[in-house]
């Protein structure tokens, strides 16, 4: 009788891949997670138990099939693993190691629930590509037919490039408009290397280009050229442009020479990374060495800014959150990683006004929780008379992101938006009321998560697609 290769979470512990000791990452922007050997990806894949309804996978955006590649690689199989993996996610290396887990699919892990620790879903994703790309088992973009429509794509993060890499496999000419240097979005600029280095993001960005996917990059929608150019040039436009509006900090001292938006921070840091020249770095506005810093906000941008300003050399990073630890939006695994690199977290505590100019501090505010909002989450009170300034050289604001306003900046009117100024569309088409004109990623749902952004990519290209086979007269496969 054939061995069981799967089940074996009762016997099997939960293991991640080995994580580098802090004060070793601490001193580069490299990943911190190892890779999986062959045997331990098969091994931690083998715990899977096989639910008949499984609750990764409708909890993942993608609907990945992840039940039955972890059984392919627990088999050995890795190529046919890659194939299944590949089938519903464009970029399944960069989600394996940039999604959060604990809230998706590991998070609802029917293991995890019963108390046996998670399967490592994010850690075997990311070997499988990763195992993929080292075999040549990641073809270029050959498509059996090249057709005459195109599709002009606006904005090149992991929206916008998902649905290029499904375009271009149906053989439609794509081309893709960018205001940065380089294609990838936040994933390039946004996201540090120590959770995701960028040679993954480039290889990703060749194999478009490689396929055929022209970038015009330095290109900026509304002054460079005009939205009603690129409408004119193509069968159908996609607008995924991302947010990149910062939500702005109130009161006294709040335009103080030393508070900076964390995506200018980022992004500088990001491209001393590829070796750029960055004014506003080597003049020290952005770069934290032998700075105190604090950095306001909970999401997982305020953990990418905290960690980067660690890796700067920082005397000291604080994050300062009005919430407490279990009502922050951002990846508790993000928080461990923080905490062990040297990072103080400030919780219950929000700006109130800042001293100095250049700021020497932030005047911040104890909070309590109180009754749920909305949301139902608990609202953050203040506690009247507990103010005191925490010292800083250095403050990042990372609040979230707000959409640009497109219909001004783009000189049309007639593009309809939410009330919170994102491009409103069909959430399953994708499709917004100009005809032709489609919306995806944060763009459409606001500062969300990547593997989103992909899914709504997908949908998108598919509406096109559909819309092409009929306009074509031809059925649809």
């Not at 046996?116 to 994010?122: D, F, N």
């Not at 607008?239 to 001292?253: E, H, M, N, S």
């Not at 335009?255 to 080597?282: C, Q, W």
Request: aromatic share 6%; proline share 4%.
């Amino acid at each position: 009788m054939a061995e069981q290769k799967m089940l074996k979470f009762v016997t099997v512990g939960k293991a991640m891949p080995k994580k580098r000791e802090a004060d070793a990452r601490r001193q580069d922007f490299n990943e911190i997670y190892a890779e999986y050997a062959t045997e331990k990806a098969a091994e931690q894949a083998s715990r899977c138990s096989q639910c008949g309804v499984p609750y990764c996978q409708s909890h993942c955006p993608l609907h990945n099939n992840i039940p039955d590649w972890l059984r392919m690689t627990a088999e050995g199989r890795l190529k046919e693993a890659y194939e299944i993996s590949q089938l519903t996610n464009t970029f399944p290396e960069i989600c394996g190691r940039i999604c959060p887990q604990d809230r998706l699919c590991e998070g609802n892990c029917v293991i995890e629930q019963s108390g046996h620790g998670t399967v490592t879903i994010g850690s075997v994703e990311k070997y499988i590509t990763d195992t993929a790309w080292e075999q040549g088992w990641v073809q270029p973009i050959k498509p059996a037919q090249e057709r005459t429509e195109s599709v002009g794509i606006i904005g090149a993060g992991p929206g916008g490039l998902a649905a290029a890499d499904r375009l271009r496999r149906e053989g439609v000419q794509v081309t893709v408009y960018d205001r940065y240097d380089r294609a990838g979005g936040l994933l390039t600029y946004g996201i540090p290397g120590f959770k995701l280095e960028k040679d993954i993001v480039m290889r990703r960005n060749k194999q478009l280009e490689d396929g055929g996917v022209t970038f015009k990059l330095n290109c900026n929608v509304g002054d460079d050229i005009q939205f009603e150019d690129i409408r004119a040039a193509h069968d159908a436009v996609i607008i995924a442009t991302g947010v990149y509006k910062t939500r702005d900090l109130q009161g006294p001292g709040a335009g103080a020479t030393g508070i900076e938006r964390a995506i200018d921070y980022l992004t500088a840091s990001n491209r001393i990374s590829f070796g750029d020249d960055v004014a506003e770095y080597n003049s020290g506005q952005l770069n934290a060495a032998g700075k105190k810093v604090v950095v306001i906000g909970g999401g997982d941008t305020a953990m990418d800014c905290v960690r980067t300003a660690i890796r700067q050399g920082a005397t000291s990073v604080k994050c300062l959150y009005r919430r407490d630890r279990a009502n922050m939006p951002g990846s508790q695994r993000e928080v461990q990683n923080a905490e062990e690199e040297g990072v103080e977290f400030v919780w219950l505590a929000a700006p109130k006004g800042f001293a100095g100019d250049p700021v020497t501090g932030v005047m911040v505010q104890k909070m309590r929780l109180g009754q749920p909002d909305a949301s139902g989450r608990q609202s953050p009170e203040v506690i009247e008379g507990a103010d005191y300034v925490e010292e800083a050289d250095l403050v990042i604001k990372a609040l979230g992101f707000e959409p640009e306003a497109l219909p001004t900046l783009w000189d049309q009117p007639d593009l309809e938006v939410t009330r919170w100024g994102t491009v409103k569309a069909d959430f399953q088409t994708h499709e917004t009321n100009l005809p032709g004109v489609y919306a995806v990623g944060d763009i459409q749902r606001g500062a969300s998560l990547v593997v989103w952004a992909i899914r709504d990519g997908r949908e998108a290209a598919d509406d096109i697609l559909n819309k092409i086979v009929t306009s074509a007269g031809i059925a649809a496969e």
